[in-house]
Nanobody
Framework: QLQACGGGLVQAGGSLRLSCAAS????????MGWFRQAPGKEREFVAA????????NYVDSVKGRFTISRDNAKNTVYLQMNSLKPEDTAVYYC?????????????????WGQGTQVTVSS
């Protein structure tokens, strides 16, 4: 089970940090990802992190602005979002791949959080 939080309304150029708490004793073996879905668009990949946290992957549009990290002691993954733009507005979802693949496709993630709304005003 995944529980995402931290979304909200922010002005362009601002920052938000999303969190996603997971249940289970094998969290450190999961690849964790963040996706987002804007109205009328498909859910798109944003960032992913390996089980150990040593490897990360980002979509080009967020490189240099977003940082994914994890705390395996707390079973939590984070998405620090800086220099936010109106086009970052979407519902953000966290997801877990129990097989720890590098890197799973969207359909290969096993579990999804409920989503948290991020709105960036211009």
């Amino acid at each position: 089970q995944l529980q995402a939080c931290g979304g909200g309304l922010v002005q362009a150029g601002g920052s938000l940090r999303l969190s996603c708490a997971a249940s289970g004793r094998t969290f450190s073996s999961y690849t964790m990802g963040w996706f987002r879905q804007a109205p009328g668009k498909e859910r798109e990949f944003v960032a992913a992190i390996s089980g150990s946290g040593g490897r990360t992957n980002y979509v080009d549009s967020v490189k240099g602005r977003f940082t994914i990290s994890r705390d395996n002691a707390k079973n939590t993954v984070y998405l620090q979002m800086n220099s936010l733009k109106p086009e970052d507005t979407a519902v953000y979802y966290c997801a877990a791949d129990r097989f720890g693949r590098l890197w799973p496709t969207r359909n290969e993630y096993d579990w999804w959080g409920q989503g948290t709304q991020v709105t960036v005003s211009s």
